[in-house]
């Protein structure tokens, strides 16, 4: 193998120049382009919107350092893509369905404390990415939580239970979240998988609504903001 031809290959100090300005000219592009996409900035994107992106993005890549690639070619894809954009997302304004089948809906993930298992069984989300961003919120336990959504761009909005309407609820820090290793029955006990908070007589009960059996203490703490 050609290990100088492999980084090389023909590359002149003309072609480097080149690249250069096409390099300049197709970034400034993108960020003429991605202004005209209409969104303000980007935190999470939709499946949609990282379709948008990564065509753009393919778009403006070969033409960077590709030498028989003309850049007004790229520049006609570019135009397609944004109004194509521009045309599903006024669709999606106009037509609920449309919207939904583009972009999704948000997804109940807790209610009343206790997480939604239907669609956690169906894989729709993973249990441990989710606990993840409720300690980021910092929600200490689901007992706080009265509504979680997860929304289509993929954040989490959260409605806290009132100060004096927390329940005794599953803990989602490490060191409370931990399967209990001895028994008292004045005691509340979660459900590591479902949330389901209660007394038991024994720690080898099973719950009723996921049929787990690992329990953690459960924690009263009311949320802070
Ligand atoms: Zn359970």
């Not at 993108?30 to 993005?57: C, N, P």
């Not at 890549?61 to 006024?90: E, K, N, S």
Request: charged share 20%.
């Amino acid at each position: 193998m050609d290990l100088m031809g492999v980084f090389l290959h023909d590359t002149t100090w003309t072609l480097v120049l080149e690249i250069i300005i096409r390099c300049c000219v197709m970034f400034l592009l993108i960020l003429v382009f991605l202004k005209l996409s209409g969104k303000r900035g980007i935190r999470q994107l939709s499946i949609f919107e990282v379709a948008i992106i990564l065509s753009l993005g393919s778009a403006a890549g070969d033409p960077m350092f590709i030498d028989d690639a003309p850049i007004v070619q790229a520049f006609v894809v570019m135009c397609t893509i944004i109004i194509l954009y521009r045309f599903v997302t006024w669709t999606m304004m106009k037509s609920k369905k449309v919207e939904i089948l583009l972009e999704g809906k948000p997804l109940c993930i807790v209610e009343d404390g206790l997480l939604v298992i239907q669609d956690m069984q169906k894989e729709k989300y993973s249990h441990d990415e989710f606990f993840a961003e409720m300690r980021q919120k910092s929600v200490e336990h689901l007992g706080q939580v009265k509504v979680a959504l997860l929304e289509t761009d993929g954040c989490l909005s959260i409605l806290f239970y009132a100060k004096e309407d927390t329940k005794w609820g599953l803990p989602l820090f490490p060191q409370h979240y931990k399967k209990a290793d001895n028994i008292n029955t004045q005691r509340y006990y979660s459900c590591m998988y479902c949330g389901l908070t209660q007394h038991l007589l024994h720690l080898e009960q099973e719950c009723t609504r996921c049929n787990s059996k690992d329990w953690a203490e459960s924690l009263l703490t009311p949320h802070i903001s």
